[in-house]
């Protein structure tokens, strides 16, 4: 079978009539091609360039080969994709982009999917701290590549749209482009990505000039890694911004194959071990750090010089436990990095003893001693898992959005959700940062059962039944059991729903029928495994269905909500973002369901 043929092209900027013309003639000559993965801006600058763009997008123009983009930045690109992410064709766990028009997809946030056999990672967007909702990407993006990286199997293509600092060290000279940048400007967070995932090829664009570095050999693997910069469509210097590529998928390819090492490979641009042997280097950190003693035992080239295995941290591991690989991960699996994880210790810090976020980082800089980093569960006694103080929910945070709190009890409360499903969507929340609400302490669950209970009295006023899901995390988040109020004569459709919609994803529910709820939710709590996840909904009428998430299954993490957004024909609202209010109309919100629910409250 045929290598995949496909097309790179740098920063379009709305020029699209020039791009696909320059796509046209290349596919009619050296083609066909199977698709054109873009990098860079892809939007235009300004105004006067936007319906060059719209004739395309409302179908006016046509595009000649599927296109892929991730640069979600320039003008009109919040109103575009906010239109794009309602609609419902887009809904879901959307790896493989979300359709823009015909033959146009948008690549967005992070993620892997395969294309024609070959598999391709991306991270949509720029670095940013404003967290404005399009062209930046998240920490949340980042880790998620960080845990595709811990996956068997090699990445083919990683496509950035910012250039990783330091790519040109231990570069030819003479290959790097004249009148190019300081070498270190760039990504520093992609450089560290890269390192992690070693794509056989990464492609990025903004800067504006063609760069095709020389292979470089990854550490930890067999293969090398080609950097290409492709320059802006239509530059002035006429520097080329379309790339033809035909590689046979990693996946396909003999052992011989994939460590073929052609003769110009360098070592890695990325490498973070101190290249003197002075000890100087040592003393800086410790310098800079103030806790270099400390945290020595996650330090990457420290561990190299009492051990010799030159690895870092496994962040599967870190961050949720467990990893996939076990034994044959390269990376280090400790139990220590672990615990400082729980506590809210930066997987930077720990791994490197710095970060590259600084004050950006909404983590904890210093490890964190046992019963420190959090502070203890307000009357529970328990002490199980600490609260933190970063995390959104626990009520010592700084971070914690006390206007929506509506209900606090002993053990539990009730709050309102930021971007409600429905007005009187509310979340019951344990006190104590607690992983899942299924095993909780017994008068934690009681606190819990009460609040259900009355719930479901206020909702039966109104004529409404209530759908309760929680997705456990096995990354042991702080819990939260969502509570949607839905018309009594939609009560019986809804198992049905959710049973189709597993069945689209290729699962299909374990049911517990039992009509006490608590005795339903505590059978489910005694299967919980803490190092899988788990989704479940507690349906009208007693039953509850489950699903426990395999090790590399694809699951998306709003999937009951968006269940039953389409369940209550408001597809639009299955993002939480499309429904985000002010702070002001949150408060409001907040107060009317206080007055209202207060006849019901078990805490009034």
């Excluded at 040109?168 to 450089?191: F, L």
């Excluded at 002035?236 to 490979?265: D, G, R």
């Excluded at 053990?411 to 971007?419: F, T």
Aim: hydrophobic share 35%.
């Amino acid at each position: 079978m045929a290598a995949p043929r496909i097309l790179l092209s740098g920063d379009a900027l709305g020029r699209l009539n020039q791009l696909f013309k320059r796509v046209s003639s290349v596919n009619k000559s050296a083609g066909p091609f199977d698709a054109l993965l873009c990098v860079g801006q892809f939007f235009p600058d300004s105004e006067e360039q936007l319906a060059e763009l719209n004739d395309y997008i409302e179908g006016r123009s046509k595009i000649p080969i599927p296109t892929y983009f991730i640069g979600d930045y320039g003008f009109g690109a919040a109103k575009i994709l906010s239109a794009v992410a309602r609609d419902s064709a887009n809904l879901g766990f959307k790896m493989d982009g979300l359709k823009v028009c015909d033959n146009l997809y948008w690549l967005r946030g992070s993620g892997q999917f395969l294309l024609h056999g070959l598999c391709v990672a991306y991270l949509s967007g720029r670095q940013s701290s404003s967290g404005q909702q399009f062209g930046t990407y998240s920490q949340d993006d980042v880790d998620s590549l960080r845990a595709f990286s811990e996956e068997p199997g090699i990445v083919d293509l990683f496509l950035t749209n910012e250039w990783p600092s330091g790519v040109t060290k231990r570069a030819a000279v003479s290959g790097i482009p004249s009148g190019m940048p300081d070498p270190i400007i760039g990504d520093a967070t992609i450089s560290e990505l890269v390192a992690e995932i070693k794509p056989r090829y990464h492609i990025a664009g903004t800067i504006g000039v063609y760069y095709d570095r020389e292979p470089y050999v990854n550490d930890g693997a067999s293969h090398v890694t080609r950097f290409i910069a492709l320059a802006t469509v239509g530059n002035k210097e006429k520097q080329k911004f379309i790339h033809a590529l035909s590689p046979n998928p990693a996946s396909k390819m003999s052992v011989a194959e994939i460590c073929a090492k052609p003769s110009n490979t360098t070592l890695s641009p990325y490498s973070f071990v101190e290249e003197t042997g002075s000890g100087n280097g040592a003393a800086k950190r410790s310098a800079d750090s103030g806790s270099d003693t400390q945290y020595w035992r996650y330090d990457v080239s420290k561990k190299r010089q009492k051990h010799g295995d030159g690895e870092g941290l496994c962040f599967k591991f870190v961050s949720s436990g467990s990893c996939p690989r076990g034994e044959k991960c390269h990376f280090r699996h400790d139990a220590d990095a672990r615990e400082q994880s729980i506590r809210g210790v930066c997987f930077e810090f720990l791994n490197k003893g710095k970060c590259e976020r600084g004050e950006d980082c909404k983590f904890k800089h210093e490890l964190q001693e046992e019963g420190k980093g959090f502070s203890s569960g307000s009357g529970t006694g328990t002490g199980s898992l600490n609260r933190s103080k970063e995390c959104w929910f626990c009520l010592s945070s700084p971070t914690v959005e006390s206007h929506l709190i509506t209900s606090i009890g002993e053990y539990c409360y009730c709050a309102l959700p930021k971007g409600p499903l429905v007005e009187d969507h509310v979340l019951i929340i344990p006190i104590e940062h607690l992983p899942n609400t299924l095993s909780l302490p017994p008068e934690c669950e009681e606190d819990l059962s009460r609040l259900q209970r009355s719930l479901q009295a206020y909702f039966k006023r109104q004529g409404k039944e209530v759908v309760f899901f929680e997705w456990v995390s096995k990354r042991g988040t702080h819990a939260n059991l969502q509570a949607v109020p839905i018309p009594s004569s939609r009560a019986s459709s809804v198992e049905q729903i959710f049973s189709l919609a597993a069945k689209k994803l290729g699962f299909t529910f374990a049911s517990v029928k039992n009509e006490n709820s608590l005795e339903g939710r505590r059978l489910l709590g005694m299967h919980l495994d803490r190092n899988q996840s788990l989704f479940y909904v507690e349906v009208p009428g007693g039953t509850i269905l489950s699903h426990i998430v395999e090790e590399n299954e694809k699951f998306p993490a709003q999937f009951g909500r968006e269940v039953m957004a389409g369940l209550l024909n408001m597809a639009d609202k299955a993002d939480w973002r499309n429904s985000q209010l002010t702070k002001d109309e949150e408060t409001n919100m907040a107060a009317n369901f206080k007055s209202r629910f207060k006849e019901f409250d078990p805490n009034a």
